[in-house]
């Protein structure tokens, strides 16, 4: 257990979808991120099953904890604190992962705390760039959400701003993917065949742009429905469709309207420092035309590692950290999971 003066080590647990992720933090410094992942047996079915997500982290998780340990040089008896994403995300994938920290804990004799993924999300990027400034803005982007925040206070007052009203970010790549013959999931596919094209050669809507529609929502939806037109058009044209081409031009639409709003939304809520998160932030584009935008708008850009946007334990252990530096009162014994946790509620 931590002397005093000492900062906490704690466990993270993140079982939120198809990653089991196991992280252990010491305040703002990672010892270790381990990681297994069951995406290879949802391939087939070109997106993530629940109940093999399921089932797959019942297999992974004792031996994923070891891992983390062994590469973080502690053992059980150093831990000081466990935190587990218990929500949003998948009902039966977040109760494995509830059951097992509740197990750890009580078997530890150490404070639970329940974390939403979200804003953990936030939190794994103290881990590089130190102290998040506060207020700032945060957009986060996957395969289940796309969001603003603003975050006056990571540990206890995060606010929505704007989500998205029908497919999340990743959820369309994944789509155009399909279309375009790519593997699942999408994003890494996509991002690599734009390489090769011009994403000016394909007009694609940008949804959620007018002047009377809403500031800081988004809607992919319709987006993903254009672009499987335009491809079906050409086919049934005979005309070859250019994959990176038709790639390019729909991930410039969705990378438009992400970095667009949040810049706004930092200048309308006077906040000038912006962290983007989750999987889709591990995009090339985004992070560029990100970075072009804050520039210009004298706003400072925070987007972690690759590795630290997709779903993560390291992620769980960094807001976990911040609860128990922040003095917030653990959880209860009888904590449970929240498929549709919201936002709002940091911790449980």
């Known amino acids: 257990m931590a002397e005093a003066g000492t900062q906490a080590l704690v466990l993270g ?64 008896g150093d831990v000081d604190a466990v935190a587990v994403t218990s929500g949003p995300g998948l009902t039966g ?3 494995v992962g509830v059951a097992a920290a509740k197990a750890y804990a009580l078997a530890l004799g150490v404070p639970l705390y ?17 102290r998040l400034a506060e207020p700032s803005i945060a957009m986060l982007v ?39 013959d790519l593997p699942f999931p999408g994003g890494p596919p996509i991002d690599r065949e734009a390489l090769a094209g011009d994403p000016r050669a394909i007009a694609f809507p940008r949804g959620l742009t007018g002047p009377r529609d809403a500031l800081y929502d988004f809607s992919f939806s319709g987006l993903k429905t254009a672009v499987a037109r335009w491809v079906e058009a050409q086919q049934r044209a005979g005309t070859t469709v250019s994959v990176p ?23 309308d809520h006077g906040v000038d420092h912006l962290v983007i998160g989750g999987g889709v932030a591990a995009n090339s584009r985004l992070r560029t035309v990100a970075q072009e935008r804050c520039d210009a708008a004298g706003i400072v850009l925070r987007v972690p590692s690759r590795r630290l946007c997709t779903d993560n334990g390291a992620m769980v252990a960094a807001l976990g950290s911040r609860l128990v ?11 449970g999971a929240d498929s549709s946790l919201p936002i709002t509620t940091v911790s449980v």
């Open 93 to 95: 994938a977040l109760l």
């Open 245 to 267: 081409d038709v790639a390019a031009s729909f991930q410039e639409a969705v990378v438009d309207v992400l970095t667009a709003k949040a810049v706004r939304a930092c200048r």
């Open 114 to 130: 329940g974390v939403n993924h979200l804003a953990a999300h936030v939190a794994v990027d103290e881990l590089e760039h130190g």
């Open 325 to 335: 530096e922040a003095g917030v009162a653990p959880s209860a014994p009888d904590l």
């Open 142 to 180: 996957s395969g289940g959400h796309s969001s603003i925040l603003l975050v006056p206070d990571l540990a206890q007052d995060v606010q929505p701003l704007g989500q998205t009203i029908d497919d999340a970010a990743g959820e369309a790549f994944d789509k155009v993917a399909r279309v375009l």
């Open 13 to 76: 647990f993140e079982t939120s979808c198809d990653e089991t992720g196991i992280g252990l933090v010491r305040g703002r410094t990672l010892l270790s991120d381990a990681l297994a992942t069951s995406m290879a047996e949802h391939e087939r079915f070109g997106g993530v099953v629940p109940e093999i997500a399921s089932r797959a982290h019942l297999e992974a998780m004792v031996p994923t904890v070891h891992r983390a340990l062994a590469d973080a040089g502690v053992g059980l």
